[in-house]
């Protein structure tokens, strides 16, 4: 009985990407995209996928990943929650922090799960005063095909 209520403690107070998804895709003033692996697996069958004249092919990544979860807030009553479950989020998950970068008022901090050439998780979260952007990208993408699309996507 109480190997019962230990572990619904924890089933309970687990976050991930799909319940932060979940819990403020529905709330007023927030834009929501889940991409599946299902539709992962259609993306597979393109040759390349070049974002911008001069970027990176993020084809190997896009074609790893199992899911995508994207939250989008305008809405500064939630904003705050936001934050802190992702915080939590990546602190259960072992995260590690790869960058953080301070600008004008917002705050990005970008984290990866994973160890060696393969990375098992990838969470952007972004605030300032009035916005908070969480990204989540699940599935085994090789750690240098990661960091070409990142070293792309931040020359630009």
Request: aromatic letters at 8%.
């Amino acid at each position: 009985m109480i190997a019962a209520c230990i572990f619904s403690a924890f089933s309970a107070s687990a976050i991930d990407g799909k319940a932060i998804y979940n819990k403020y895709s529905d709330a007023e003033d927030v834009s929501a995209v889940y991409i599946s692996k299902a539709m992962f697996n259609l993306i597979k069958k393109l040759p390349s996928l070049k974002m911008g004249e001069n970027s990176a092919d993020i084809a190997s990544v896009v074609q790893s990943l199992e899911g995508m979860y994207v939250i989008d807030s305008q809405n500064t009553g939630i904003n705050q929650s936001i934050k802190k479950d992702v915080d939590r989020f990546v602190q259960s998950g072992k995260y590690e922090m790869l960058m953080e970068v301070k600008e004008s008022g917002e705050t990005v901090h970008i984290y990866t799960l994973g160890a060696g050439e393969i990375i098992d998780g990838f969470v952007l979260l972004s605030w300032d005063k009035g916005n908070c952007t969480f990204i989540n990208l699940d599935g085994k993408m090789l750690k240098s095909k990661l960091e070409e699309v990142l070293a792309n996507s931040s020359a630009e």
